[in-house]
């Protein structure tokens, strides 16, 4: 049960909900949540007003409370319904628009992997996902429940996967590669052809995304993911050739401006010379 929260969130809510108070340590161990992830996550949380500080504990680390399950039902309750009302008021005031040909620009990690969740919940026949494991970890439970009620589900996974999945992935051998040429991480994902979401998580600074149901940008997120698995069926079957004629890292074939092979055999297309009269 998510409730509309990130996985090591509400995890990480749950735990504390049952134990009253706790370290972050303590409910890391208790919500399976990475330690690695926990400090941050517990941020979260007291940035919604779902846990509080109580001290120091002794010098063992911050102990955690959380509020009362009926007091944060309440508090999103009349949060949620004061959103809607100030939605409603601003929509009837604003003209006429038409949304799918809107591209709307999400700034931060939080913010995007909200969106990426609505994506997953809603996709009815299939998604296309395409990232690293660092993003794809924390959507992990929402992808295998998509799985589960019957959505074809198609991965590109750059890196190796720490862990199974139970529907198609791809595995990219060349995400430093990537990684370094666009300097940092992205992360593509489409949802039954008709909406998008793209981003960038760079290396140094904040994560980027455009979401969109406009068809072009959907065709392109679409055909992306989808040459990627293509390119990367061919290389499991004919990856030996091709790394003997383009190089380890590939770099001959993914130069887009020069072909080797094809300029040694004069293979260009030239136009056709006039004949003299």
């Known amino acids: 049960m998510g ?99 809107l591209i709307w620009n999400l700034n931060g990690w939080d913010e995007i992997e909200d969106k990426i969740l609505n994506l997953v919940h809603d996709a009815k026949r299939y998604l296309l996902v395409s990232g690293w494991p660092e993003e794809l970890s924390t959507l992990s439970e929402s992808l295998r429940a998509a799985h589960r009620r019957g959505c074809q589900i198609a991965m590109v996974h750059y890196g190796t996967p720490k862990a199974a999945w139970p529907f198609a992935v791809y595995v990219h051998r060349q995400e430093k590669v990537i990684a370094r040429e666009r300097h940092g991480r992205t992360f593509c994902i489409t949802a039954d052809g008709v909406n998008a979401l793209t981003a960038h998580i760079p290396s140094e600074g904040t994560a980027t995304a455009g979401l969109s149901a406009n068809r072009t940008f959907v065709g392109v997120a679409d055909d992306f993911i989808r040459h990627d698995i293509y ?34 055999a004069s293979q260009w297309t030239r136009p056709e010379r006039q004949a003299t009269p």
């Open 3 to 101: 409730f509309g929260l990130p996985q090591y969130e509400s995890r990480a809510y749950l735990a504390l909900l049952g134990t009253g108070t706790a370290s972050a340590y303590a409910v890391a161990k208790a919500a399976s949540v990475p330690t690695s992830k926990i400090y941050q996550t517990m941020q979260k949380l007291e940035r919604r007003k779902m846990v509080s500080r109580l001290g120091d504990g002794n010098g063992r680390g911050h102990i955690y409370a959380a509020i009362s399950a009926e007091k944060f039902v309440s508090d999103t309750t009349s949060r949620q319904k004061r959103l809607g009302d100030q939605l409603i008021e601003a929509l009837a005031q604003s003209p006429k628009r038409v949304d799918n040909e």
């Open 231 to 264: 390119f990367l069926k061919v290389m499991k079957r004919f990856g030996a050739d091709l790394t003997r004629r383009f190089g380890g890292d590939l770099r001959h074939l993914r130069d887009p401006f020069t072909d080797t092979e094809q300029r040694q």
